[in-house]
């Protein structure tokens, strides 16, 4: 199972949005809503942002929001804050009680 | 309150064996469905394998690149999940989390341990 595609870095100024894409396969992706959306800053865990294409778990600001459309998710972080600058991760069910991730995008606040 | 403590990485010699354990509190984990997620140093997240509920059979499965060599399990009375690791490879060396599952995705994320396999 291949990792899931995503643009190795995005940037944005503070209150400008940034959207990050993530492209995998019909056997990923594209066909089950089972896509998620992970920040992660150095030296911490993964933080779950986004699950099911656009759930927010409680906590995570509404400035985050997902979609998908065929096989590529994307997540937009609008109204770009400092502590927005991490590294983020897609994830999606790929069947068969297997999941991939994505291959990360570092976001940068200018 | 969920927490979830990692413990058992370290220094071992390729062709080794490891043991992770993953302590939980404030749920009981046979009652959740719970993954072992590794990510390597500079790497994005790797799915290693997961072990569903009790209620929903305890299935287990591994990820392709793990599958015959490493084995998950859980004891009960220790609430706790183990991640057993044989042959080990220098292309195993990473932070090792136990993570719980709800809807295909990872909710909750312990602190990790650091498992590095070198000669």
């Known amino acids: 199972q291949s990792a899931l595609t995503q643009p190795p870095s995005a940037s944005g100024s503070p209150g400008q949005s940034v959207t990050i894409s993530c492209t995998g396969t019909s056997s990923d992706v594209g066909g089950y809503n089972y896509v998620s959306w992970y920040q992660q800053n150095p030296g911490k865990a993964p933080k779950l942002m986004i699950h099911?294409?656009?759930k927010r778990p409680s906590g995570v600001p509404d400035r985050f929001s997902g979609s998908k459309s065929g096989n590529t998710a994307s997540l937009t972080v609008s109204g770009l804050q400092g502590e927005d600058e991490a590294d983020y991760y897609c994830s999606s069910y790929a069947g068969n009680n297997i999941y991939v991730f994505g291959t990360g995008t570092k976001v940068t606040v200018l | 309150e969920v927490q979830l403590v990692e413990s058992g990485g370290g220094l071992v010699k390729p062709g080794g064996s490891l043991r992770l354990s993953c302590a939980a509190s404030?749920?009981?984990?046979?009652?959740?469905?719970m993954n072992w997620v590794r990510q390597a140093p500079e790497k994005g997240p790797e799915w290693v394998g997961l072990?569903?509920?009790?209620?929903?059979?305890?299935?287990?499965d591994h990820a392709a690149p793990v599958k015959g060599r490493f084995s998950i399990s859980i004891d009960d009375s220790k609430n706790t999940l183990f991640l057993q690791m044989n042959s080990l490879t220098t292309e195993d060396t990473a932070v090792y989390y136990c993570?719980?599952?709800?809807?295909?995705?990872?909710?909750?994320w312990g602190q990790g341990t650091l498992v590095t396999v070198s000669s």
């Open positions: 404030g749920f009981t984990l046979s009652n959740a469905w």
């Open positions: 099911d294409v656009s």
């Open positions: 072990i569903k509920s009790k209620i929903d059979g305890g299935t287990i």
């Open positions: 993570v719980t599952e709800r809807s295909g995705s990872f909710h909750d």
